[in-house]
């Protein structure tokens, strides 16, 4: 039991807050954070799936906690302009593109959502 961020059901699955102190925690960009308990982000990260169908239309698919999610075909430039609103993993808008003009598939992860803990003033 951790007193400040109790057990609780998140997608079908249980997050619970460990207890540490400061430690240095690698980043996917190269550089190292410190986080310590009280200071602890979640981050839920969903799959999308881009499938080329002509040279402007584009199925994309999101999947998340195991539902796949249809976001419809979409123009190069709907597809430009969704990337840009995301924040994509290990990989930026440019370069999706870029890949989709040589493969007619893509696979990448990106960030859903950002829960950030509160910390209560004691």
């Given at each position: 039991?951790?007193?400040?961020?109790?057990?609780?059901?998140?997608?079908?699955?249980?997050?619970?807050?460990?207890?540490?102190?400061?430690?240095?925690?690698?980043?996917?960009?190269?550089?190292?954070?410190?986080?310590?308990?009280?200071?602890?982000?979640?981050?839920?990260?969903?799959?999308?799936?881009?499938?080329?169908?002509?040279?402007?239309?584009?199925?994309?698919?999101?999947?998340?906690?195991?539902?796949?999610?249809?976001?419809?075909?979409?123009?190069?430039?709907?597809?430009?302009?969704y990337l840009n609103s995301r924040t994509l993993i290990d990989i930026?808008?440019?370069?999706?593109?870029?890949?989709?003009?040589?493969?007619?598939?893509?696979?990448?992860?990106?960030?859903?959502?950002?829960?950030r803990s509160s910390v209560s003033d004691s």
């Amino acid at each position: 039991m951790f007193p400040r961020l109790p057990v609780t059901p998140y997608a079908g699955q249980r997050v619970v807050r460990p207890g540490f102190s400061s430690l240095s925690v690698p980043c996917a960009c190269g550089r190292r954070f410190q986080a310590d308990g009280d200071n602890l982000v979640f981050v839920t990260i969903a799959s999308l799936s881009i499938q080329q169908l002509s040279p402007d239309a584009f199925a994309v698919e999101q999947s998340y906690g195991g539902v796949k999610t249809e976001l419809g075909p979409m123009s190069e430039t709907e597809l430009w302009t969704y990337l840009n609103s995301r924040t994509l993993i290990d990989i930026i808008p440019s370069q999706v593109v870029t890949f989709l003009n040589v493969s007619n598939a893509l696979d990448l992860d990106m960030i859903l959502s950002v829960v950030r803990s509160s910390v209560s003033d004691s």
